[in-house]
């Protein structure tokens, strides 16, 4: 129903990290074909570090858009969210505004977002009710319940990359106790 039935801080400003993987996921289910050929460039290759969740995509690999989501919302990998970024707006900038008009049409009004993939930049936060509000739209959509609610995923070999990559997903009340 969308009401409260109990509030900490709920309007506090704080940095989302990955949650914020949730609000791209969804602008990229609503304006992508599963599909869709994502080619990765400089933008997503940049940020497969050592101190980042990846995936380890390579310059001008391909992946399915479908296959980016399963990347993002069980391995949290960084780098497929910004690629994602890019493929669906031009750019991670275009993107965050893409993010803040979303936010805003579900009423989020302690939010803001600069990139794709929650790394931190004091100019990217949100609050507890603000994350409810885009956590609920997300989970009205089906795709969306499908990708976050599966326990695994196989990427097969790629263009570039001759091995399957095994996704799973940390998600404690999904795995079995």
Not at 62 to 81: I, K, W
């Amino acid at each position: 129903t969308g009401t409260v039935l109990y509030d900490k801080k709920m309007h506090q400003h704080m940095y989302p990290a990955s949650t914020t993987k949730v609000l791209s996921a969804l602008i990229a289910i609503e304006n992508c074909d599963l599909s869709e050929e994502v080619v990765f460039t400089e933008t997503g290759t940049a940020e497969v570090t050592p101190d980042s969740a990846n995936i380890g995509m390579q310059m001008g690999e391909v992946l399915t858009m479908e296959q980016c989501l399963y990347a993002m919302l069980l391995a949290s990998a960084n780098e497929v969210s910004s690629q994602v970024a890019e493929h669906v707006a031009g750019s991670v900038e275009k993107f965050a505004e893409m993010m803040n008009q979303k936010a805003a049409e579900l009423g989020c009004t302690d939010s803001h977002f600069a990139n794709a993939n929650g790394w931190h930049d004091d100019d990217h936060y949100t609050s507890a009710y603000d994350m409810a509000l885009i956590l609920r739209a997300a989970i009205k959509n089906e795709t969306f319940c499908k990708i976050s609610g599966s326990t695994s995923y196989e990427i097969p070999p790629t263009n570039m990359n001759g091995e399957a990559r095994q996704l799973g997903n940390h998600h404690a009340m999904l795995m079995p106790g």
